[in-house]
């Protein structure tokens, strides 16, 4: 039986991996190929939470404000991400960008953990808990090929 917290822990952790082989990576083309997979995984991991987790933590009273933070941290991710996979960056800006990224996917994580799941573990029900564990899963595959070829423009000004 496991728990959406379980889940999003083992994903984080998987995708704490992928940030640290991605930051060993000693060519441009080692880092951008490691990058293609990161970065799927990530977006796919931060929409499936939007969806799946954040209306349920939404509803918790009190953690209003930690969601909203936490969704700007997503969205922050989410263009730093765009802006590594189109931009032409030099390769030291890039593995920059990247070491930047690193550090803005720990923020995040920080905010999940040290302020919107122990309220939530709390005040879940467990059966809901298991329930968007499930739903969390069944998304997983699917969320990651999607994220990969999901690309958001912005208009030039």
């Not at 808990?129 to 000004?157: F, M, N, P, Q, W």
Request: one cysteine or more; hydrophobic letters at 50%.
């Amino acid at each position: 039986m496991t728990t959406i917290f379980d889940s999003l822990t083992t994903e984080q952790g998987e995708i704490e991996a992928l940030f640290r082989r991605l930051l060993r990576a000693r060519s441009i083309e080692t880092a951008r190929e490691r990058f293609r997979a990161l970065s799927s995984r990530v977006v796919a991991l931060l929409r499936n939470e939007r969806l799946v987790v954040y209306p349920h933590l939404a509803a918790i009273p009190g953690l209003g404000d930690e969601v909203a933070q936490a969704r700007e941290k997503h969205a922050e991710i989410e263009s730093v991400i765009a802006h590594l996979r189109l931009a032409s960056i030099e390769p030291e800006a890039w593995f920059a960008l990247a070491a930047d990224l690193h550090i803005q996917y720990r923020e995040l994580i920080t905010v999940e953990e040290c302020a919107l799941f122990p309220v939530a573990r709390l005040t879940l029900a467990t059966d809901l808990a298991l329930k968007l564990g499930r739903d969390l899963a069944g998304l997983d595959a699917h969320g990651a090929e999607v994220a990969c070829v999901s690309i958001t423009y912005e208009l030039a000004s």
